[in-house]
């Protein structure tokens, strides 16, 4: 960040490793950001050094040192960082040291890999859909599978007013699949399964990318730094 050049409020939050961009507009449009006082509009840029309220509390630039961590999510964790709203939050439950966001969610009921950060500028790289990050999931459901289901599922299912888009489906038994997605629609594996007359069991997440789940559930660990390389490396040869 270029000293004294103006720089977009949201922007600028994501950079110091205090929020991600996307948080950064949610808390413009709530009018929970103050800049010298006043309440800012969206798009408006600062200059680093201005005053900037978060709750009419000042924020402080973080450490310059990202961290980056991948936990297990159990069920009945909400994948939120606003700790008045929800009690069983992330960001609670993990107690990190740090102040750290998720990057994407698992739904409440939903279980296993997510990952956390305090690296703004990563959230927004992997969160991009024409980067088409895969996340690989293991699915149980309430009916024996069949191969009309497997196929359905991996051509496209017309939810949300659209058609999922293909991707790979693997049977692992008779009441357990994997599905490796591209996309990141709200409650899609849910959805899908539903549009076909099934209904989830239990959803868990078990990779991201090249990570995979690896640590017992209701643990997290922080990636090491060839993992991070990769991380990295991947995202960069995508923009």
């Not at 069983?88 to 990190?96: C, L, P, R, S, T």
């Amino acid at each position: 960040m270029e000293e004294n050049k103006p720089v977009r409020i949201n922007k600028y939050l994501s950079q110091i490793g205090y929020c991600s961009r996307r948080k950064a507009d949610d808390l413009l449009n709530q009018g929970r950001i103050k800049i010298e006082g006043k309440v800012p509009e969206l798009g408006t840029k600062i200059i680093p050094g201005q005053e900037i309220l978060v709750d009419n509390m000042p924020i402080q630039q973080k450490e310059n040192e990202h961290v980056y961590i991948i936990l297990n999510k159990p069920k009945g964790i909400v994948c939120t960082t606003d700790t008045r709203v929800e009690k069983d939050n992330i960001i609670d439950f993990i107690n990190y040291p740090k102040r750290i966001f998720p990057i994407g969610r698992l739904d409440k009921m939903s279980e296993g890999l997510i990952m956390l950060t305090n690296d703004g500028d990563i959230v927004n790289q992997i969160l991009r859909a024409k980067h088409k990050n895969e996340k690989e999931y293991l699915v149980k459901v309430d009916q024996i599978l069949t191969d009309e289901f497997l196929s359905k599922m991996g051509s496209g299912v017309p939810i949300l007013d659209t058609v999922t888009q293909p991707c790979k489906v693997e049977k692992v038994d008779n009441y357990r699949f994997k599905i490796v997605l591209t996309q990141g629609l709200n409650r899609q594996i849910r959805r899908m399964c539903e549009a076909l007359n099934y209904k989830v069991v239990a959803l868990k997440r078990i990779r991201i990318m090249h990570l995979l789940l690896d640590i017992p559930q209701g643990e997290y660990r922080e990636l090491n730094p060839k993992e991070v390389e990769r991380l990295k490396s991947i995202l960069a040869r995508k923009n």
